[in-house]
């Protein structure tokens, strides 16, 4: 007996939702709200994880680097990478997928996307048909309808175009540039120090200007902006774990002062700082 082409197509999806390399595409699909402050971490795991926040902010932290992120941004984490969530000030609601990694294992993967090579992170920006996907994935395995597992598949389908797409477009692997790597590591080194950002092109081997694209490119701050960042995030650990009192935390992160230090901690938390001391 002829088989129609709307039983071909749905004896396919049927195929393809019980092959065992695609009946576990995503093992952890869920929305996920953080209180203000709030960590997770640090871990990893084999899967491949993508985050985009909807609402708040949120720091990201590897093992060496950090990365903020707001509101309608997305992340890719990689297979095996150390990680840790902070949340910011106001929290932060996450829509979040991890999936296996052979499921970047098809033909024509641009190389730069295989989570293999040592790309961690991923930052994507400003792409609604990206948030949109993810989120109509978790929507449907997060309700379980009928037939759900086949209009997931599409929609898994949808997505990895769509990243495969803006990953030739527009990828960004975080920190893959030389000079940005020279300017981030002379900055967590020499945070503590009164440095100019001069200093911090020079280490780079770039001028001012092309440091400060750098900095928009990859990070969207600029790198004041980012020391501070640092300078805040260490001051943030040592008030949580060390006896030191705001004063000596202040100095100990490159502040001049401490009337300074309160006014861009609370600029950045929203908090004063003798509210985290212990």
């Not at 001012?208 to 600029?222: E, I, P, Q, T, V």
């Not at 009337?259 to 600029?267: E, I, T």
């Amino acid at each position: 007996m002829d088989i129609s082409p709307a039983q071909s197509v749905w004896e396919l999806l049927k195929t393809i939702a019980d092959s065992p390399a695609y009946g576990r595409l995503a093992e952890v699909s869920r929305i996920v709200s953080f209180s203000p402050y709030e960590t997770y971490g640090p871990h990893s795991h084999r899967r491949i994880e993508i985050n985009y926040v909807k609402k708040g902010n949120c720091i990201l932290r590897l093992d060496n680097e950090s990365a903020s992120f707001k509101r309608h941004e997305t992340m890719i984490i990689g297979s095996d990478t150390n990680h840790r969530f902070e949340a910011g000030p106001e929290g932060a609601t996450l829509i979040q997928l991890e999936f296996q990694p052979d499921i970047f294992a098809l033909p024509a993967a641009p190389p730069d996307a295989h989570p293999g090579d040592g790309s961690r992170l991923i930052r994507i920006t400003n792409n609604v048909r990206i948030m949109l996907a993810v989120q109509r994935i978790v929507n449907e395995l997060n309700q379980h309808k009928e037939h759900y597992q086949h209009l997931v598949l599409l929609y898994y389908t949808e997505l990895l175009i769509l990243l495969r797409r803006y990953l030739d477009r527009t990828y960004l692997p975080l920190c893959s540039d030389p000079a940005m790597k020279a300017a981030l590591a002379f900055i967590r080194t020499h945070f503590a120090d009164r440095i100019a950002m001069t200093e911090v092109a020079e280490a780079a081997g770039v001028s001012g200007r092309y440091l400060r694209k750098l900095f928009d490119r990859y990070l969207n701050l600029s790198p004041l902006e980012y020391l501070t960042q640092v300078r805040i995030d260490r001051a943030i650990e040592l008030l949580r774990n060390t006896e030191l009192s705001v004063k000596e935390v202040c100095f100990a992160c490159g502040f001049q002062s401490p009337q300074y230090f309160s006014k861009v901690f609370r600029r950045q938390t929203g908090r004063p700082p003798k509210s985290i001391a212990r």
